[in-house]
C-alpha cells in the first residue's frame, strides 16, 4: 500500500522558536495533502489542504502566518509551525491523496509528529 | 452543519463479536470510512463503504445505509490488540473526511 512518512516524529522546542515538519508520499505522487492536529482524546482536527504547487487552504480558525505550509513538489509537504508556544503542543499528522487516485478517494497517513513546547 | 455521532467507550471480551454504531450528517456524501487508530499512533484504514450495505474484509465488517445515515464497524473473534479508538468518518462534497472522536474500544481477557 501506499506509504507516508513523517519527520521528525518527536520534537521538543523552546517557546518563541520555528518548528518545520516534512510530510512525504514514499512510493507515490500526491497532488493533495492534508495537515491534521489532534489533542488528546479529541477528534483529529483538520488544519489546512495543501496543493502541489498552490498555496494552502487553511480551515476557519488556523492562522495561515503561524502555520506555514509549502508543498514544492508532488511527494512533499512542510509545516512550519513559527512561533511556538506551550498550547501548540499537540500531534501532528499529515494524510496525502494518491495522485492516480484509489477508486475512493483514500487518504494514506503519516505516522504523525509530536510536538512539545516548553 | 456536519455531525458525528458514535458512542465514547465500549468494552468487550477477548474472542467475542462487538459492534460500533455511527451515525451521521454531512453536506453531500462520498462514502465513508473507518478507521482504526492506537493510542498515540496515526489512523490506519479499516474499510470504506459507498454503496448501501456489508463489506467484509477477513475479521472486520463494515456496514452502510446511506437513507439513514447510519454505519456500523462489525470486529469478530476479537484479540487484545483490537483495543483502540476506531474512527467512522464521512467523505462531504468537498472530498473532506469529517471527524468525531471516535470510540475507544477496550478489549479485555
Known amino acids: 500500500g501506499a506509504v507516508v512518512s513523517q519527520h521528525p516524529s518527536w520534537v521538543i522546542c523552546k517557546s518563541g522558536t520555528s518548528v518545520k515538519i516534512e510530510c512525504r508520499s514514499l512510493d507515490f505522487q500526491a497532488t493533495t495533502m492534508f495537515w491534521y492536529r489532534q489533542f488528546p482524546k479529541q477528534s483529529l482536527m483538520l488544519m489546512a489542504t495543501?496543493?502541489?504547487?498552490?498555496?494552502?487552504?487553511?480551515e476557519q480558525g488556523v492562522e495561515k502566518d503561524k502555520f506555514l505550509i509549502n508543498h514544492a513538489s508532488l511527494t512533499l509537504s512542510t509545516l512550519t509551525v513559527t512561533s511556538a508556544h506551550p498550547e501548540d503542543s499537540s500531534f501532528y499528522i499529515c494524510?496525502?491523496?494518491?495522485?492516480?487516485?484509489?477508486?475512493?478517494?483514500?487518504?494514506?497517513f503519516g505516522p504523525g509528529t509530536r510536538l512539545t513546547v516548553l | 452543519g456536519q455531525n458525528i455521532d458514535q458512542p465514547t467507550e465500549m468494552t468487550a471480551t477477548e474472542g467475542a463479536i462487538v459492534q460500533i454504531n455511527c451515525t451521521y450528517q454531512?453536506?453531500?456524501?462520498?462514502?465513508l470510512f473507518w478507521y482504526q487508530q492506537h493510542a498515540g499512533e496515526a489512523p490506519t484504514f479499516l474499510s470504506y463503504?459507498?454503496l448501501d450495505g456489508l463489506e467484509e474484509k477477513g475479521r472486520f465488517s463494515s456496514f452502510l445505509s446511506r437513507s439513514k445515515g447510519y454505519s456500523y464497524l462489525l470486529l469478530k473473534e476479537l484479540q487484545m490488540k483490537d483495543s483502540a479508538s476506531y474512527l467512522c468518518?464521512?467523505?462531504?462534497?468537498?472530498?473532506?473526511?469529517?471527524w468525531g472522536a471516535g470510540t475507544k474500544l477496550i478489549i479485555k481477557p
Open positions: 468518518a464521512p467523505l462531504d462534497s468537498n472530498y473532506q473526511l469529517i
Open positions: 495543501s496543493n502541489e504547487g498552490s498555496k494552502a487552504t487553511y
Open positions: 463503504n459507498v
Open positions: 454531512t453536506s453531500g456524501f462520498n462514502g
Open positions: 494524510s496525502a491523496r494518491d495522485l492516480d487516485g484509489s477508486s475512493y478517494n483514500e487518504q494514506f
